[in-house]
Nanobody, 114 residues
Framework: QVQLVESGGGLVQPGGSLRLSCVAS????????MGWYRQAPGKQREWVAT????????YSTDSVKGRFTISRDNDKNTVHLQMNNLKPEDTAVYYC???????WGKGILVTVSS
């Protein structure tokens, strides 16, 4: 059973940057498509970005294009979400997801506030 653990969240001022990481257990990481989702207070969970396995193609929602970058390191079983020029509306709990299998991490809080 694959397990996902997120890290790197916290409080940042508007315009700042954070880098989220998600470490996956298990030997099938390099074959999995990895994604980041987020859930803001009082809202439904929404998709943020995805990186496929081989070849690694990336996709992201329009609201983060040009600001967020998803990447993966298969040697370290890790997927990253580099978040730049953060805005208050990016405040949410961010979740890592692996598919197939629809495995989720427990989530990590990102707060963008002055």
């Amino acid at each position: 059973q694959v397990q996902l653990v997120e890290s790197g969240g916290g409080l940042v001022q508007p315009g700042g940057s954070l880098r989220l990481s998600c470490v996956a257990s298990g030997s099938s990481f390099r074959l999995a498509a990895m994604g980041w989702y987020r859930q803001a207070p009082g809202k439904q969970r929404e998709w943020v970005a995805t990186i496929t396995s081989i070849p690694p193609r990336t996709y992201s929602t329009d609201s983060v294009k040009g600001r967020f970058t998803i990447s993966r390191d298969n040697d370290k079983n890790t997927v990253h979400l580099q978040m730049n020029n953060l805005k208050p509306e990016d405040t949410a709990v961010y979740y890592c997801n692996a598919s197939p299998g629809d495995v989720w991490g427990k989530g990590i809080l990102v707060t963008v506030s002055s």
